[in-house]
């Protein structure tokens, strides 16, 4: 490996200003250097664009992503770029959701990454549930498989959930497949929610026990959880959202101190992207998320193999973009029923 040329130079210098605050020394940045250049080079002679979630390792968000942001927001961010092929650096089910948001578009996967959720439910367990409960609306997390979003009537996300919910023509709802979520929901609305057994490894490794040392230990301490969080833990932070919606709460609070209760890599973007104010705590790693690395994402671009490609057989997409689609329509109809209640 050539690491004396003027571009390798320049590719590591870079590499360092945007990773040495997450404790990279010039070494590790001179290491990876070729491979992120190599990258770089094959993204803009494809069209591509790489889309990082913020629960991906440093060198993939500050490394080779172009965005790094939350599930739903990098879909619609693909939807505006004028891209035709999109890597997206993140599990699999994200990568169908671009797809589905973008049917003419390539969409790639670095590696077939899953989600404890996602596994946790087929569309033939969803038909289950339906005969189960015929009056029932069923609502799926968007952490599904789109076989799954395509036998729902509807989807959510972490930050449209009670809005969805509380649109939906039905007073009894299924809402699949995180327990935890569920059951946070029970408290947000007063409809009748049906919970599923999935749970997320990550956010289920929290407990009460922790946030009230870490309160107890630093005062003024601002707690952002998840909601995929236990709802004993919920009760107890002073924040509970989707990835993105932890970021705007920190970036916008004057307080000094945080606790972020989800995935390591918030907390990388959170030292990376807040400089003077603190992080305190301990965060899980996510084993899906942390699958992918830059050989793969090289991979995507240079030599991808059929598995990489996302590709949604279209009876099922037509279906599971229609769930979609009436996510927005109700998240704006639950808005309203909101703004009116207020
Ligand atoms: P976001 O929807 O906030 O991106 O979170 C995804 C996720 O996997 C949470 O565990
Ligand atoms: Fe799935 Fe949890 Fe990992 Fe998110 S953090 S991808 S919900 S296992």
């Known amino acids: 490996m050539n690491t004396s040329t003027p571009e390798l130079r320049k590719e590591t210098a870079r590499l360092y200003e945007k990773l040495n605050k997450l404790g990279w020394g010039r070494d590790d940045c001179e290491l990876i250097a070729p491979i992120t250049s190599e990258i770089a080079q094959l993204k803009d002679e494809q069209n591509a664009v790489i889309l990082a979630h913020s629960y991906q390792t440093p060198d993939i968000m500050y490394g080779v992503g172009d965005y790094v ?20 650096c993140s599990v699999y089910f994200m990568g169908e959701t671009a797809k589905l ?31 189960k409960h015929p009056h029932a609306g069923i609502v799926c997390y968007v952490n599904t498989y789109a076989a799954v979003k395509a036998e ?13 919910v509380e649109a939906m023509p039905q007073e009894e ?28 490894v990550v956010h289920e ?33 002073d924040y509970a959202g989707g990835t ?30 807040f400089a003077g104010k603190e992080i305190v705590g301990t965060c899980i790693l996510c084993p899906y998320m942390k699958q992918i690395q830059l050989e793969d994402v090289l991979k995507a671009l240079k030599n991808p193999s059929p598995d990489q490609y996302i590709e949604i057989p279209e009876d099922v997409a037509a279906r599971a973009r229609a769930s979609l689609e009436k996510m927005f329509e109700y998240e704006q109809i639950g808005k309203s029923k909101r703004n009116k209640k207020h």
């Open 152 to 164: 729902s009537d509807a989807c959510c996300t972490s930050s449209n959930v009670v809005e969805v």
């Open 69 to 88: 942001g939350d599930s739903y927001g990098l879909s619609r961010m693909a939807t505006k770029h004028p891209a035709q092929k999109i890597i997206f």
């Open 244 to 273: 993105s919606g932890m970021l705007n709460y920190v970036r916008e609070s004057s307080a000094k101190t945080f606790m972020l209760v989800t995935e390591c890599g918030l907390t990388d973007r959170f030292k990376a992207e």
């Open 101 to 131: 948001l973008n049917p003419d578009k390539e969409v790639l996967v670095p590696r077939v990454a899953g989600c404890s959720l996602a596994d946790a439910i087929t569309g033939k367990q969803v038909r289950a549930l339906r005969e």
């Open 173 to 200: 709802i299924v809402f699949i497949p995180d327990r935890l979520m569920g059951l946070n929901l029970r408290n947000m609305t007063s409809k009748t929610i049906i919970t599923w057994d999935g749970t997320c």
């Open 205 to 237: 490794g929290f407990n009460e026990d922790t946030i009230k040392d870490i309160r107890q230990r630093f005062p003024g301490v601002k707690i952002l959880a998840h909601p995929e969080c236990a709802p004993g833990v919920v009760a107890l932070v």
